[in-house]
């Protein structure tokens, strides 16, 4: 992949958005070339934070695990998103693990470039605290989700979030463009497999969704929003 296509995606992403061409440029120039095969780690949960990432190609899925052993999905990263917001935050190490779920290309950015580029160019450090404040706002509904709303609630929350962020229309409906597993669906949501496996056979029975081996289509969208704003 020639630069070209790399520096309209630095250009685009919403943390360097508004650096001067001759600053992509230089941006570039200091930044590395990753490729990771669906299944490697990026970085792991405790890792020194040295460095911030973005995704180019391929999908990336954010877990992090307590003291009991118990993984939860984060989030998922897509093209011309971040992985490492930490390094903008001063933070030491990476509070979860970022893992590709497809083969991804991304490109990295020491955390010393970072700060330099955020000194120089105010835009960056504006653009971080938005970005980041973003990220709050996500973990605040995360966490409101998981104290008041019902399993189903949160199950019919976590697939229309994948639907708005990779979600793809097809004659059949919209379907979750990369590779999603029940146990994803159900560290997502904060709940168990076989509670996600019986909410999903309920709802393909009533035709809302279609299931297949790490496939999920909406078929209802509307009945999906439904069930995710009152549980019925």
């Given at each position: 992949?020639?630069?070209?296509?790399?520096?309209?995606?630095?250009?685009?992403?919403?943390?360097?958005?508004?650096?001067?061409?001759?600053?992509?440029?230089?941006?570039?120039?200091?930044?590395?070339?990753?490729?990771?095969?669906?299944?490697?780690?990026?970085?792991?949960?405790?890792?020194?934070?040295?460095?911030?990432?973005?995704?180019?190609?391929?999908?990336?899925?954010?877990?992090?695990?307590?003291?009991?052993g118990q993984q939860i999905i984060i989030r998922y990263v897509g093209p011309g998103e971040i992985a490492g917001y930490?390094?903008?935050?001063?933070?030491?190490?990476?509070?979860?693990?970022?893992?590709a779920v497809d083969d991804s290309y991304l490109i990295g950015c020491r955390g010393d470039t970072a700060r330099r580029?955020?000194?120089?160019?105010?835009?960056?450090?504006?653009?971080?605290?938005?970005?980041?404040?973003?990220?709050?706002?996500?973990?605040?509904?995360?966490?409101?989700?998981?104290?008041?709303?019902?399993?189903?609630?949160?199950?019919?929350?976590?697939?229309?979030?994948?639907?708005?962020?990779?979600?793809?229309r097809t004659m059949s409906g919209i379907e979750i463009a990369f590779p999603l597993s029940r146990q994803d669906l159900?560290?997502?949501?904060?709940?168990?497999?076989?509670?996600?496996?019986?909410?999903?056979?309920?709802?393909?029975?009533?035709?809302?969704?279609?299931?297949?081996?790490?496939?999920?289509?909406?078929?209802?969208?509307?009945?999906?929003?439904?069930?995710?704003?009152?549980?019925?």
């Amino acid at each position: 992949m020639d630069c070209c296509p790399d520096l309209d995606l630095v250009a685009g992403n919403e943390l360097f958005r508004g650096i001067p061409v001759d600053g992509l440029g230089a941006l570039l120039a200091a930044a590395g070339r990753k490729r990771l095969a669906s299944g490697d780690v990026l970085f792991r949960q405790g890792d020194a934070a040295d460095s911030l990432f973005l995704l180019i190609e391929g999908r990336l899925r954010a877990t992090q695990t307590a003291p009991d052993g118990q993984q939860i999905i984060i989030r998922y990263v897509g093209p011309g998103e971040i992985a490492g917001y930490t390094v903008l935050a001063g933070g030491d190490v990476h509070p979860g693990t970022v893992t590709a779920v497809d083969d991804s290309y991304l490109i990295g950015c020491r955390g010393d470039t970072a700060r330099r580029a955020m000194e120089r160019y105010p835009v960056v450090a504006r653009n971080a605290v938005i970005l980041l404040g973003r990220r709050y706002h996500e973990m605040q509904v995360r966490l409101r989700e998981l104290s008041t709303e019902r399993v189903e609630q949160r199950i019919g929350h976590a697939l229309l979030r994948l639907a708005h962020q990779c979600g793809r229309r097809t004659m059949s409906g919209i379907e979750i463009a990369f590779p999603l597993s029940r146990q994803d669906l159900a560290e997502m949501a904060g709940t168990t497999l076989h509670t996600v496996s019986r909410t999903l056979r309920a709802w393909e029975e009533r035709g809302i969704v279609d299931c297949g081996r790490l496939r999920v289509i909406l078929r209802k969208p509307h009945a999906l929003v439904a069930i995710a704003d009152d549980g019925s």
